[in-house]
Nanobody, 121 residues
């Protein structure tokens, strides 16, 4: 089995920063795409930022210039540095990864449980 565990969420004031981490563990041979989505109350889950492969990235327009995604392939971990946070960034942030498991021929998409980010004064 594969698990994605997020950490780093919390309460922050507008203009502040947070760094989210997501570590993948289990019977992993390789991880291709990996990234972050978020879901605010009453809204659909949306892309924040992701690696579309091991090196190339794409960002939601709302994240460009404020958020930076990075990854450590040796640790199967992806990070999201969030700066200049706004109240509208309040959401549950989910990690997502396409993983090739031991004994499998295909990549499978996994999701983490989510971490709450609240931006409020």
């Amino acid at each position: 089995q594969v698990q994605l565990v997020e950490s780093g969420g919390g309460l922050v004031q507008p203009g502040g920063s947070l760094r989210l981490s997501c570590a993948a563990s289990g019977n992993i041979i390789s991880i291709n795409a990996m990234g972050w989505y978020r879901q605010a109350p009453g809204k659909q889950r949306e892309l924040v930022a992701r690696f579309i492969d091991r090196t190339s990235t794409n960002y939601a327009d709302s994240a460009k210039g404020r958020f930076t995604i990075s990854r450590d392939n040796a640790k199967n971990t992806v990070y999201l540095q969030m700066n200049s946070l706004r109240p509208e960034d309040t959401a549950v942030y989910f990690c997502n990864a396409d993983v090739l498991r031991t004994g499998s021929r295909w990549y499978t998409t996994y999701w983490g449980q989510g971490t709450q980010v609240t931006v409020s004064s």
